[in-house]
Structure formats: structure tokens, C-alpha cells
């Protein structure tokens, strides 16, 4: 089973609509981050989350926000979406306790469309 | 703020070759340099990193280096195969600022 999964994998609504995405992971990490990836922009880091009670944004978190319901589960929201925020979504984590000098693995990505 | 650039944006190269990804970056003050392969549609696979103390990491046919004076890294690919066509980003992070930046990518393909 993959250690970083995400829900769902393919998602097309409209605009205005309200849309969660989803991520889990069985790695025990402690960081985890949303990033989207458009073409020739590449990964933007939109939200991060040390720990359950650190919530950080990133470069690009206007018109979204995150709930970190455990270690291992960070929910991306989109409260009323639009058109430009069709792209692919990744969830990642990151564990700074080990010696690992903060690796990142990424999930599968979830692929949204808005029209 | 660390930037990451990687050119070219699209390379082929014969089967068999060996060859060469780079990518740039502005911050001296590294923490790590992170080599990622993503295949079309796909997500990220984690290829390589290297932390701030080291020069090279090395994975089977790949060895990337870190040059924190001239502010370079490389990804070396021996013997290239088919199955190594794919995007190739890097991603850096500076002391203090443990976020990765990311390059916009290098879209490798391997000619048979």
C-alpha cells in the first residue's frame, strides 16, 4: 500500500462549488503540505503543517485553507472554486526528527478541474 | 528566498548515452537539494537527496553532486535507458527556511 494517498485521484466540478481533497499517510511523519503544479510554473507550496497545531501558509493559499484532523490526515479545501485553480494537487510529507534533512515524499496527486 | 532554475526544459538523448541534468539555485546558505522523477499525469518519486554537509549522493545508475560555492547541482544518468524518459525536477531549501523551491522541471527522453 502506498505510504502518502490521496482522494480522490480525479475530480471536475463547477465553479463556485465547495470541494475537499484529502490526504493520508502511513509514514508517521509529522510535516505534511499541499502543493499544486501547473504547467511551466512548476510546484507551489500552498499550505504546510508542522504539527497538529501549526499551520502555516505558503506562497499561494489565497482562496484556500487546511484542517490537520491528525498526524496523519491534512485536508485541502477550496470554499468556492474557480476556474484558475484547475491543476494538480499533491500532498506531501516530511519527517524532521529523523536525519533525514526534511525528504519529501510526495502522494499520487489529485487532478481537479473547475469549469 | 531560494530560487531553482533547471535548463534545459527538454533533453533527448540516445539509448545508452550517459548524461546530464542541472539545476541552479541563488541561496550559498543551502539546506538540501532534492532530485525528484515525475512521470506524465503522475506524482513525485523522491530520487536522491543531498544534505548541506555533502558533495554527492549516489543511487545505481544516478549520482547527483551539490556545489554550494557556484550554487550548482547535477544529475548524472548512466547508461540511459527508455525507461528513464521521464520529468526530472530538483527542489532546494535554505537554513532557516526548510521549504522546498522547486525547478520547473527538465522532460528527459531516451531515444531507442
Known amino acids: 500500500d502506498a505510504d502518502v494517498t490521496q482522494t480522490p485521484r480525479n475530480r471536475i466540478t463547477k465553479t463556485g462549488k465547495r470541494i475537499m481533497l484529502e490526504c493520508s499517510q502511513t509514514k508517521g511523519h509529522d510535516r505534511m503540505y499541499w502543493y499544486r503544479q501547473d504547467p511551466g510554473l512548476g510546484l507551489r507550496l500552498i499550505y504546510y503543517?508542522?504539527?497538529?497545531?501549526?499551520?502555516n501558509k505558503g506562497e499561494i493559499s489565497d482562496g484556500y485553507s487546511v484542517s490537520r484532523q491528525a498526524q496523519a490526515k491534512f485536508s485541502l479545501s477550496l470554499e468556492s472554486a474557480i476556474p484558475n485553480q484547475t491543476a494538480l494537487y499533491f500532498c506531501?510529507?516530511?519527517?524532521?526528527?529523523?536525519?533525514?534533512?526534511?525528504?519529501?515524499?510526495f502522494g499520487p496527486g489529485t487532478r481537479l478541474t473547475v469549469l | 528566498k531560494q530560487e531553482v532554475t533547471q535548463i534545459p526544459a527538454a533533453l533527448s538523448v540516445p539509448e545508452g548515452e550517459n548524461l546530464v541534468l542541472n539545476c541552479s539555485f541563488t541561496?550559498?546558505?543551502?539546506?538540501?537539494l532534492q532530485w525528484f522523477r515525475q512521470d506524465p499525469g503522475k506524482g513525485l518519486t523522491s530520487l536522491l537527496l543531498?544534505?548541506?554537509?555533502?558533495r554527492e549522493q549516489t543511487s545505481g545508475r544516478l549520482n547527483a553532486s551539490l556545489d554550494k560555492s557556484s550554487g550548482r547541482s547535477t544529475l548524472y544518468i548512466a547508461a540511459s535507458q527508455p525507461g528513464d524518459s521521464a520529468t526530472y525536477l530538483c527542489?532546494?531549501?535554505?537554513?532557516?527556511?526548510?521549504?522546498?523551491?522547486f525547478g520547473t522541471g527538465t522532460r528527459l527522453t531516451i531515444i531507442p
Open positions: 541561496d550559498s546558505a543551502i539546506y538540501n
Open positions: 506531501a510529507t516530511s519527517d524532521y526528527r529523523q536525519a533525514s534533512y526534511n525528504e519529501q515524499f
Open positions: 543531498i544534505q548541506s554537509s555533502q
Open positions: 503543517s508542522f504539527d497538529v497545531k501549526d499551520i
Open positions: 527542489a532546494g531549501s535554505s537554513f532557516g527556511n526548510e521549504k522546498l523551491t
